[in-house]
T-cell receptor
Framework: EPEVTQTPSHQVTQMGQEVILRCVPI?????FYWYRQILGQKVEFLVS????????KSEIFDDQFSVERPDGSNFTLKIRSTKLEDSAMYFC????????????FGPGTRLLVL | QKEVEQDPGPLSVPEGAIVSLNCTYS??????FMWYRQYSRKGPELLMY????GNKEDGRFTAQVDKSSKYISLFIRDSQPSDSATYLC??????????FGSGTQLTVLP
């Protein structure tokens, strides 16, 4: 069964450093998402991406965040200058079509900012 | 008032019990209602989704939506120890983002 994959599984970084989280969505999906989950809190929406552009973003997704689909398979989230409060699990998700609510999540990247 | 509210539990039941998990919401624009299962330190796994009000059954799982009451439920019949996980409700309007509840931690005791 096709699945969303994410790398790395864990990332430790120093405050102020840039990190890039990588995702490979399900191959025939067209809509891509990033969510995050701070330990003990809800899963929160960050951004959605379709046709090589951002379609929606939350208040969390400020100027230090960016997303990119650099090739036909990868989808990345970049955090330019990490802060302590960016420590969280970051989940990538993909969906086949706009009308379907079925978003399929990857296993996540655990980011720890020291 | 939070958009989606979910009792965090924890909820412990004996094997074979019927489990009832619930969420309430305040946003009338929500049209799609989903249940995800999340094992510890893993990504959410989609169990099932429903559109608007009504029931949907998939094996041991039944999802119910009552839009008039803004209340959704997930029932698990013949619960198994492998069902032990955190169950997340999630909702979607015409926008693309999912809005999640805080999750209910379920333990099924053998």
């Amino acid at each position: 069964e096709p699945e969303v994959t994410q790398t790395p599984s864990h990332q430790v970084t120093q405050m102020g450093q840039e990190v890039i989280l990588r995702c490979v969505p399900i191959s025939n999906h067209l809509y891509f998402y990033w969510y995050r989950q701070i330990l003990g809190q809800k899963v929160e929406f960050l951004v959605s991406f379709y046709n090589n552009e951002i379609s929606e973003k939350s208040e969390i997704f400020d100027d230090q965040f960016s997303v990119e689909r650099p090739d036909g398979s990868n989808f990345t989230l970049k955090i330019r200058s990490t802060k302590l409060e960016d420590s969280a699990m970051y989940f990538c998700a993909s969906a086949e079509e706009n009308s379907s609510p079925a978003q399929y999540f990857g296993p996540g990247t655990r980011l720890l900012v020291l | 008032q939070k958009e989606v509210e979910q009792d965090p539990g924890p909820l412990s039941v004996p094997e074979g019990a019927i489990v009832s998990l619930n969420c309430t919401y305040s946003n009338s624009a929500f049209q799609y209602f989903m249940w995800y299962r999340q094992y510890s330190r893993k990504g959410p796994e989609l169990l099932m989704y429903t559109y608007s009000s009504g029931n949907k059954e998939d094996g041991r799982f039944t999802a119910q939506v009552d839009k008039s009451s803004k209340y959704i439920s997930l029932f698990i019949r013949d619960s198994q120890p492998s069902d032990s996980a955190t169950y997340l409700c999630a909702m979607k309007s015409s926008a693309r983002q999912l809005t999640f509840g805080s999750g209910t931690q379920l333990t099924v005791l053998p």
